[in-house]
T-cell receptor
């Protein structure tokens, strides 16, 4: 059963803590993406990776970090430097980076800062 | 901004009616895509229309693209309560840049 998985579904963080959101895909896709979605808003790109061991900042990378050590995995760390991290986080992948093809999305992780 | 801008922001219709959502963009594109998002879920790809195409159909969905006006529309015919969701357009610009998503249209279909 191919697809993208994200875990956990819900995550609570105390102020000052770093947290890591998991994203795994078994679609053999080269490109992976992290988006942030605030209530009633569209998707804003945090980071993207065109290929393993490579990643670039998106529009709102400050306070976030990523790694791409394996093709299947693209974890996102929300650091304490992110001042307003409460949001819905979506991971996606595509066969290749160019926007010519569709993106496949995971179910999302809802992060709440207590 | 390079993102697509959807219009209207919200739309409420009766079951059986047609729903039309529009997307406008500012710079040339390679293709334009429409996605659907049910509340609290990930996005699901609906349809992709290339810059050299004018219309595409998929089931009850019809997408048009007018590159001269830099706009696209998504028509859902004979809507159902299950069509209630947010719909996003995403533009793929020429060159090696990521997809850019709009803010979406929230569609409510009342039974």
């Amino acid at each position: 059963d191919g697809g993208i998985t994200q875990s956990p579904k819900y995550l609570f963080r105390k102020e000052g803590q770093n947290v890591t959101l998991s994203c795994e895909q078994n679609l053999n896709h080269d490109a992976m993406y992290w988006y942030r979605q605030d209530p009633g808003q569209g998707l804003r790109l945090i980071y993207y990776s065109q290929i393993v061991n490579d990643f670039q900042k998106g529009d709102i990378a400050e306070g976030y970090s990523v790694s791409r050590e394996k093709k299947e995995s693209f974890p996102l760390t929300v650091t304490s430097a992110q001042k307003n991290p409460t949001a819905f986080y979506l991971c996606a992948s595509s066969i290749e980076f160019s926007g010519r093809g569709q993106q496949f999305f995971g179910p999302g992780t809802r992060l709440t800062v207590l | 901004s390079q993102q697509g801008e959807e219009d209207p922001q919200a739309l409420s219709i009766q079951e059986g009616e047609n729903a039309t959502m529009n997307c406008s963009y500012k710079t040339s594109i390679n293709n334009l895509q429409w996605y659907r998002q049910n509340s609290g879920r990930g996005l699901v790809h609906l349809i992709l229309i290339r810059s050299n195409e004018r219309e595409k159909h998929s089931g009850r969905l019809r997408v048009t693209l007018d590159t001269s006006k830099k706009s696209s529309s998504l028509l859902i015919t004979a809507s159902r309560a299950a069509d209630t969701a947010s719909y996003f357009c995403a533009v793929a610009h020429s060159g090696n840049t990521p997809l850019v998503f709009g803010k979406g249209t929230r569609l409510s279909v009342i039974a």
